[in-house]
Structures are given as structure tokens and as C-alpha cells.
């Protein structure tokens, strides 16, 4: 069993820069593949960033490749997605999950954190 608990975001200007953490229960956290997601008023939850269990590969959706960086530190287990050059359009709720490293899917699931992105 994994616990996820987003936490960082907030009201911020086009072109700021947030930084959201994800903190995991457990002892295992270095297990799972870790991922970013967002749902816009709306919409459908979409895929953000994902990262590998030890750090050394990313992936990133076209929308925010090059804006948003996603890392992890194993020992704190926790996972961080660094928002930069924010667009009105990046306004959602942002969650994390993780992955067990075995697995197909995402199995667990933060409570989300609104990121707000005024023009």
C-alpha cells in the first residue's frame, strides 16, 4: 500500500514557475515508476511526466516537454515536477501516481493539488 500527498500548488502568473512535491508512504518507493498527471475543468485526466524508479530515464507529454522537468529523491521519497514558463492553458488539478515496477498501470493515486495559472 502506497500513500501519495501532493502538495505546492497555487495561483501563479503567466510565464511564473511552481514547484509541486509528492510525498510517498512506505519503504518501498524506490519500487515504483512515478508519474504526473492533470485534469482541466472539463476535460480528461491527461498524462504529464513519468519517471523511472531510480531517476535516470523521463518522459514527457508534448505540451510541457521542455518547460516541465520531473526528478525523484529516493531517500525522501519523493517525487517533484518543476513548472516553469506556466500558460494558462497548464490550470488543473495536478496528481501523482506511482507504478509498481511490474505492473501496467498506475495503481495509487495522490488527492491532487490545484495549479491556477492567471493571464
Known amino acids: 500500500q502506497v500513500q501519495l500527498v501532493e502538495s505546492g500548488g497555487g495561483l501563479v502568473q503567466t510565464g511564473g514557475s511552481l514547484r509541486l512535491s509528492c510525498a510517498a508512504s512506505?519503504?518501498?518507493?524506490?519500487?515504483?515508476?512515478m508519474g504526473w498527471f492533470r485534469q482541466a475543468p472539463g476535460k480528461e485526466r491527461e498524462f504529464v511526466t513519468r519517471?523511472?524508479?531510480?531517476?535516470?530515464?523521463?518522459y514527457y507529454a508534448d505540451s510541457v516537454k521542455g518547460r516541465f522537468t520531473i526528478s525523484r529523491d529516493n531517500a525522501k521519497n519523493t517525487v517533484y515536477l518543476q513548472m516553469n514558463s506556466l500558460k494558462p492553458e497548464d490550470t488543473a488539478v495536478y496528481y501523482c501516481?506511482?507504478?509498481?515496477?511490474?505492473?501496467?498501470?498506475?495503481?495509487?493515486w495522490g488527492q491532487g493539488t490545484q495549479v491556477t495559472v492567471s493571464s
Open positions: 519517471i523511472s524508479r531510480n531517476g535516470g530515464s523521463t
Open positions: 501516481a506511482a507504478q509498481y515496477f511490474s505492473s501496467s498501470s498506475y495503481s495509487y
Open positions: 512506505g519503504r518501498t518507493f524506490s519500487s515504483y515508476v
